[in-house]
């Protein structure tokens, strides 16, 4: 009865119609963005809101940033901006910026060159190719490694952050040897990061304002669940396999059409 079932809905083009849908509910859950969820916000609003921030440093005078081509400076937690001159920096050879976790002994580091990957210096002092951005969705370009922060004067975290102009922000706990999306609530377009150690605080300059990020726990750095990633994950394999199998009996009734029916013995 169902292989009699089966060849009618071949026949009527049902099956073609059935594989053409499911292809196509493939190809749109590839072609959207992978939103990241989680049960609140990591990220609180700080101001600055539908302006492109870029953070220059911090001192002992605060966190600074540029915005609206005026320079500012705050004290940290609830202070407030003031028009202020950029901070001092040492000067660096090119765009290559690396950042030192204090809680791996200041061993460990990841840099970034301004492309969408970042490098990793182990133990041993040799670089390597920690992570490499993909594409957000299909049809998008990789994006760009912006920034990249870690809590280097006190070691309240081993966690090494990295911005970038598409993913929001990327954490990795272990050195940069795994990385995870750690940007519920930010925007996705990250222009800067700069971690206040006195605080236990991270902060974000975006393409729609400035962002923090508390530190949850000390020193351990803080976990989330999302379960929303895997769900999505499991959707598209379940999707893939639906078009296979629709695909699959096709090519079968395509083929038994073609050639006509095996002679009975």
Known sequence: MLRDSLRRLSQSGGVARFAALAILICAIAAALP?????????????????QRVEMTGRDLRGIHVHVAGQDMVS???????????PPVVA??????????????????????????????????GKWAVCLITLPAYAGAGSPNITAVAAFEEVPLSEAVYV????YGVLESVNGGDDWFRADPGLPSHVTSLVADDAHADLYAGTSDGLWVHHLQ???APPVYVDSARSLRLAGIVLTSLV??????????????RSFGPRPSR
């Open 34 to 50: 992978l939103p990241v969820r989680a049960a609140s916000p990591w990220w609180e609003y700080v101001g600055f809101a539908g």
């Open 91 to 124: 000067p660096r050879t090119g765009t290559f910026v690396q950042a030192v976790p204090r809680a791996l002994g200041g061993v460990v580091a990841v840099a970034f060159d301004g492309d969408g990957t970042a490098w990793r210096r182990g133990g041993d």
């Open 163 to 166: 911005g970038t102009d598409g």
């Open 217 to 219: 726990a000390q020193p």
């Open 75 to 85: 004290s940290g937690r609830d202070g407030e901006w003031v028009a202020a001159p």
């Open 243 to 256: 078009a296979f199998a629709g695909g699959v009996a096709i090519l079968r009734f395509t083929r038994r």
